[in-house]
């Protein structure tokens, strides 16, 4: 039953309850519903016309994002070439340096068998290696931002790393000769147990380290200084490819190096298992220090076998009138401080970033080896095995805190050996 005129006709009473709004309702199924459709009708387009512009937007800002995203990646693929570009020149730049470098290598070596030396020569080598390694540290720095995620160019970063360590450590070798390095005293009470045993060293400024005129107010500031070491002895008997081994391990072994060195509170780690190849490691060492901010470094070691020349591994003070003629297979290890990775920096830590450099060449002599082992520090690294360079040479001799050092390293390894 609707409700309405009883003498109006039905078609009238269907315009007015549909055409016409009213506050009538009618009752169907026992449910009340309001004849107030035509504002009901109208909410609804509003919700509908709501809805359209709701998405006209979602389509909009998709269009947006889908633009720059198409941007994005073009800007990748630009700088993608980019990159390509400038790493192929540098290859052809390294290419060329490495190229001189070894041309003049052959001429150092031609000249030490013939018992001659020209420095001019070796001048020009040190040059062209400082050289090379300069622009090393320039495109590592420019490519630094798109370079590391990829895993071909931190192994390139890597390995230069490790062609820089090996060039620290032979080029020591070859200043020692060159450079006229002294020879260092032995306490008598030493009693070293080591065969053929001798140690040379060489005070040196350190690179781009300048004095102050010391003019005017301006006090004169004190010359920082470097102390290169080279330390030669024969093993009677020991091959020198265990005692290869048994560097290579000393260097990452924490309780090894505790041992060696006779300190605590030392904790060597691999900082990755994603080397170029399985003889090149980078480590990051760290000391605790009661009451003081601990020390850490971060260290690139390599090994490699060489081909040298038995003149370039004649001792320092060697008849230059008779050199030692030939060749001989060797192994050399390198190890050297490298601001080239992504070991996190400790507020509660001091980074040590100056140039510390040490290496051992090994090789055999018939049923023998022989070791010539160098390193290289300057006056400001302070570590607990060694805190200043007067730790190692002091009026012309070895002290008695590196003899306990030296002595360590022979006890570990006859252990090692038996």
Known sequence: MVGGDDSASPLGSYGDAVGKPTARSASIGGASVS???GASGGGSKKREKGEENDEEKKAKRRKQIAVASRMSRARRKRELEDLRDENERLREERSQFLAKIGELQLKVEALREQGSSDMRVENE????????????VSCFKRLSEGAPSSTNARHAIYKQGA?????????LISQSQADDWQQATVPLEADLPYQNFSVFYKFKDE?????????GDAPAKKQRRRLNVRVDVLFPGIDAASLSDFFWESFSNTATQQRLYSIKGVEVTQLTDDMPDTNTKMLYYRE?????????LVLICNRRRKELAKSTLALPHANKAKPAVGKVAAMVMALSTTQHSAAPEYENANRITSLFVQGAVMWNVMADSRLCVVFSFPDNIRLKAIETID??????????????ILRSYRQELGQRMS
């Open 207 to 215: 690179y781009g380290s300048e004095p102050s005129s010391g003019l």
């Open 163 to 171: 062609d820089t360590a090996q060039a620290h450590v032979l080029g």
């Open 125 to 136: 080598l040190l040059r062209a290696q400082l050289e090379e390694h300069k622009r090393f």
């Open 391 to 404: 730790d190692v040479i002091q009026d012309g001799c070895i002290t008695h805190k590196f003899v306990d």
């Open 35 to 37: 004849s107030s459709g």
């Open 288 to 296: 605790r220090w009661d009451g003081e901010k601990d020390q850490d």
